[in-house]
């Protein structure tokens, strides 16, 4: 079975410092892996995804996150973030065999960006 | 392009009334899929439909819930004897529905809360 992890519910960082959001994943094959945002009282917003190919993906907004299967990991990435930034991201995969295309989604973590 | 449209997007309901969700999904998306949001167990998939036809249910409760979906426009989710720990967001989403790569991309509406009291 499928699962991610988001080990830090929550991350505080000065408006401008870099961010690392982590996610781990366990999967018995490579899924497809995606960052979405939720902001308050809104639904999920795609930030990226990775299916295959260069590691490292770019999305809106400058975030990027890099895929490493070594480390089944799929850790978000933002070199200066703003205080718009500040909701809940969250972490998933999908499977890419069989039938079923549902998102399996990590608890997330909540981004406070402070000024 | 509206996104994925859901209706109403708060609902209050009395304990053992039903509740009914709409979702419309992304015109020319042939797969919808909807997803539970509590405070306590995040995201949970409920079910997936593809070309209105159920596909995986394997998150719906067994009792008191039901989806449908009758035509490519919409779908919708229906709560029988609702019960306070039926209270989340309720959220949908839509995909090209085709199998592989990003055309699985899953785009989300904005949720319908339900409060059961």
């Known amino acids: 079975a499928q699962s991610v992890t988001q080990p830090d519910a929550r991350v505080t960082v000065s408006e401008g410092a870099s961010l690392q959001l982590r996610c781990k994943y366990s999967?018995?094959?490579?899924?497809?892996l995606f960052w979405y945002v939720q902001y308050p009282r809104q639904g999920l917003q795609l930030l990226l995804k990775y299916y295959s190919g260069d590691p490292v993906v770019q999305g809106v907004n400058g975030f990027e996150a890099e895929f490493s299967k070594s480390n089944s990991s799929f850790h978000l990435r933002k070199a200066s973030v703003h205080w718009s930034d500040s909701a809940v991201y969250f972490c998933a995969v999908s499977s890419i065999t069989g039938n079923t295309r549902k998102l399996i989604f990590g608890l997330g973590t909540t981004l406070q960006v402070q000024p | 392009n509206a996104g994925v449209i859901q209706t109403p997007r708060h609902k209050v309901t009395g304990k053992g009334q039903e509740a009914t969700l709409w979702c419309e999904p992304i015109s020319g998306h042939s797969a919808v899929f909807w997803y539970r949001q509590t405070i306590v167990q995040g995201l949970e998939f409920l079910t997936y439909?593809?070309?209105?036809?159920?596909?995986?249910d394997s998150g719906m409760p067994k009792e008191r819930f039901s989806a449908q979906m009758p035509n490519q426009s919409h779908s919708t989710l229906k709560i029988q004897s609702t019960q306070p720990q039926d209270s989340a967001v309720y959220l949908c989403?839509?995909?090209?529905?085709?199998?592989?790569?990003?055309?699985?991309?899953?785009?989300f509406g904005p949720g319908t809360r339900l409060l059961v009291l």
């Open positions: 989403a839509s995909s090209l529905g085709r199998l592989g790569g990003p055309q699985d991309t899953q785009y």
């Open positions: 439909f593809r070309n209105q036809a159920p596909i995986d």
């Open positions: 999967s018995s094959v490579t899924p497809y």
